[in-house]
């Protein structure tokens, strides 16, 4: 039940903004932001979740590509042992290689950024679709981008649409002070962005946070991690 918030700008010669919040088992290791995959791989900075080696989050700066992942429920009569992590998409997709067909995962909501161009490549075990995302302000976590449906995005999407990224270095910074004003809901309020899943039958809860500024020859990540599972105490993103 991660968080996306992205800002896809009006021109070419902007960057594309992203603000994404991982949750997850805390029980499940990762490792934070760095360079963790040999080739055909190498080059390539993310999030590394441990057990499966896949990426919640990379990023290949060479290209100006990142992609991001959220789980999202499906309808796959597939048996478990034809699947495979989802992760791998992730680094597939910074290398220019969106998922197609039928994959052998569980279903995603799969964030895909190339310098001013963003979409979402969605998954729900039966049809794969694709939404390109217009310039503004979007928000996406478990169903489709911008939904109504979704408590969170219903109650913050238009403070994220009114918080324009900032000039100078931490252009951030406008969006963390929506974090930490949704901070205010209890982690296990329908409309909360730093969630404690555990209440609806998931073991996860929010974890982490990145940034990324993309560009066509660039992209810049700071990742921060919450100091409690599920609770707001600030967020130092370097």
Known sequence: MCTVVIRVPDSADEPTRVLAIRDEDPGRPWNPLGRWWPEPHDGIVGVRDVRAGG??????PDSGRLAVLLNRA???TRPESELVSRGGLVLDAV???SPSGAPATHGFNLVEV??????VLTWDGVTLRTTELAPGT?????????????PRITRWLSDFQAAEPAGGGRWWMPWVEVLERSAELPPT????????????GYPTLSLLACVASV???????????LTRPGEWGGL???
Not at 114 to 119: M, T
Not at 193 to 200: G, H, K, L, Q, S
């Open 55 to 60: 990426a919640w989050l990379a990023a290949d």
């Open 74 to 76: 499906d309808e796959s």
């Open 95 to 97: 290398a220019g290689r």
């Open 114 to 119: 190339e310098g001013s161009r963003a979409r």
């Open 138 to 150: 979007h928000m996406i976590a478990h169903d489709d981008v911008d939904d109504p449906a979704t």
């Open 189 to 200: 309020d329908d409309g909360a962005i730093i969630r404690d899943n555990r209440p609806y």
């Open 215 to 225: 560009s066509a020859d660039d992209v810049e990540v700071h990742y921060g991690e």
């Open 236 to 238: 130092a993103l370097e």
